[in-house]
């Protein structure tokens, strides 16, 4: 598959990235030799292989549902660029 | 007949009622003051590790298997990557491969036989909320509730009118009040559901296109805007126009459904597992442990209360609707004989008194016993179903012996001739014009009379009594 400049844009304007001409040629050749190493990687026979979703040999790590003390609101909001009676500020989104 | 039939699918998301939140220990109480209730982790701060809550992965495995889910053996977690200021980590953690169940169903109410299929119960950790500013450009976000466990749980296209989905939903919520795992509270958001909704030529097997329904505050809301798409799009098809795929918002006030304005792509998640959490394996010993554990359903429950005690659907239904009366039902019956006397002794009356009083069903501090116990002086003739209705009143709130109760408070039924007859002798002796009308033929007069008699005894005279002994004074009277 290649990555073309448009699916950069789109993958951008997912994450909210505007992304100059410059930028969208850079990241698509970037992308696309990264996909050849994938391309590469496809050869090897996996058949009867399970995925590998974590390389720690750990299962079952749960947590008690116990309540610990929470950040205080100013805390919370301390790197906020924009908060007003306690809430976070942000452009209205629809 | 309809042209078109409707087909429809619900995705339900539900709180789960634990302490703490899914992946961090932030609690998860409701109507905090704003970002009072967040840590590092479910602020989505960067270097956290989320580490997933034990009851919340039992609480999920249990509404799977009360759903009739096959439970997988071991889940993971993925990553839904969408942006938006709910969500500060621009992902939800969720499952997308493996959920918790599949392939489950859920019998509902005239489909016992055919019940709707469940494709899947899931996890995953709620988003923050937003509140927009009317008048101007910006939106206040409180993150207290990211983080909060949910079950989302997804139904076939398998439900067919809008009573059906109301059906659905009444069920669902019902069993799942009845595994003790959440509490379902609309108005708190803890329960909230989507619809899509697609129509179809009678007959046809091809789904047509699919519309989402969203903002949906109850069931009743989910019914009225189901029922308000089959119109809008049955006259769209009849006109031969298309249906387009869209998300649409019911509209409460309006009773109609929008078109929500939406640049984000739909469906454009890019899933991928998350490495941050590892996998949940989900034994059979465990499965079969919880499996033992369930109670018995609302469903089964009430199959049973019809066969065993010889109830109406709706009498049964009543009963099973509230876990707690279902279990005080059986319980008075070890006390009382007649199941339909405890069924409308409890439905109508006792539900009713702690409603007026204000007191929870399950706060109630009459035991069965003693409710028992009322039922059985009524029987008995010992005190009228009026005096019986005022003890319920008196002790719902009390661990007290109605029979004492009755004994110090002078309530018992006056079920002695001579005793009755002297007070329907001053009944008399007061009313004179009333006993003049009833002999001159108004016969509402008479239960003026009874009335003026139950007054003078504060309710205790037996009432069949009372009628048969003033008929026979009046009557002999007259004919002397
Ligand atoms: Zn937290």
Known sequence: MQISKEIVSHTGHLARLHLSDDELELYSSQLNKILEYIEKLKKIDITNIAPTFNVLNLKNVLRVDTVRPSLTSEEALKNAPDKQDNFFVVPKVY | ?480
């Open chain 2, 1 to 480: 007949m309809n042209k078109f039939e409707p087909v429809i699918g619900l995705e339900i998301h539900i709180h789960l009622s634990t302490e703490s939140k899914i992946f961090c220990s932030c609690s998860t109480k409701f109507g905090n003051s704003p970002n009072s209730l967040t840590c590092p982790i479910c602020l989505g701060l960067p270097g956290v590790l989320p580490v997933l809550n034990k009851k919340a992965f039992h609480y999920a495995i249990k509404s799977s298997l009360a759903l009739n889910c096959q439970v997988s053996e071991s889940i993971t977690f993925d990553r839904k990557n969408y942006y938006y200021p709910d969500l500060p980590k621009n992902y939800q953690i969720s499952q997308y491969g493996t959920p918790v169940g599949r392939n489950g169903f859920l019998k509902i109410k005239n489909r016992s036989s055919n019940p709707v299929k469940i494709n899947r119960v899931h996890m995953e950790e709620d988003a923050g909320k937003l509140i927009h500013d009317q008048n101007g450009k910006i939106s206040f976000v409180d993150l207290n509730r990211t983080g909060i466990p949910l079950i989302e749980i997804v139904t076939e296209p398998d439900i067919y009118s809008p009573d059906e989905a109301y059906d659905f939903l009444q069920e669902l919520k019902i069993t799942i009040l009845y595994l003790e795992i959440a509490d379902c509270n609309m108005e708190e958001g803890s329960l909230r559901c989507d619809a899509n909704i697609s129509l179809r030529k009678a007959g046809d097997k091809k789904l047509g296109t699919k519309i989402e329904l969203k903002n949906m505050n109850t069931f009743k809301g989910i019914r009225q805007a189901l029922e308000y798409e089959i119109q809008r799009q049955t006259i769209l098809l009849e006109e031969g126009e298309k249906v387009t795929h869209q998300t649409r918002l019911w509209d409460p006030l309006k009773q109609k459904t929008t078109s929500m304005r939406s640049k984000e792509d739909i469906h454009d998640y890019r899933y991928f597992p998350d490495p941050d959490l590892l996998t949940y394996e989900i034994s059979n010993k465990m499965r079969n442990k919880f499996k033992d554990e369930l109670p018995e359903l609302p469903m089964a429950k009430r199959e049973r209360f019809k066969k065993d005690y010889f109830l109406s659907e709706y009498d049964a239904d009543l009963l099973v609707r509230d876990k707690f009366i279902a279990s005080y039902f059986e319980e008075t019956l070890k006390f009382h004989i007649n199941p339909k006397a405890v069924c409308n002794f409890l439905t109508s009356d006792m539900v009713g008194v702690a409603h007026e009083k204000k007191i929870k069903l399950s706060n109630i501090k009459l035991t069965p016993k003693n409710c028992g116990k009322i039922l059985n002086l009524v029987k008995e003739g010992l005190i009228s179903i009026k005096t019986a209705k005022e003890l319920l009143f008196d002790l719902l709130n009390y661990d007290i012996d109605p029979e004492k109760y009755i004994e110090e408070k002078n309530l018992k039924q006056m079920n002695e001739t001579s005793e009755i007859k002297n007070v329907i002798e001053t009944a008399c002796k007061e009313n004179s014009q009333a006993v003049t009308d009833y002999k001159n033929g108004k016969n509402s007069a008479l239960k003026f009379l009874v009335g003026q008699v139950m007054r003078l005894t504060k309710g205790t005279a037996n009432p069949a009594m009372v009628n048969k002994l003033l008929n026979e004074k009046l009557n002999k009277e007259e004919g002397k």
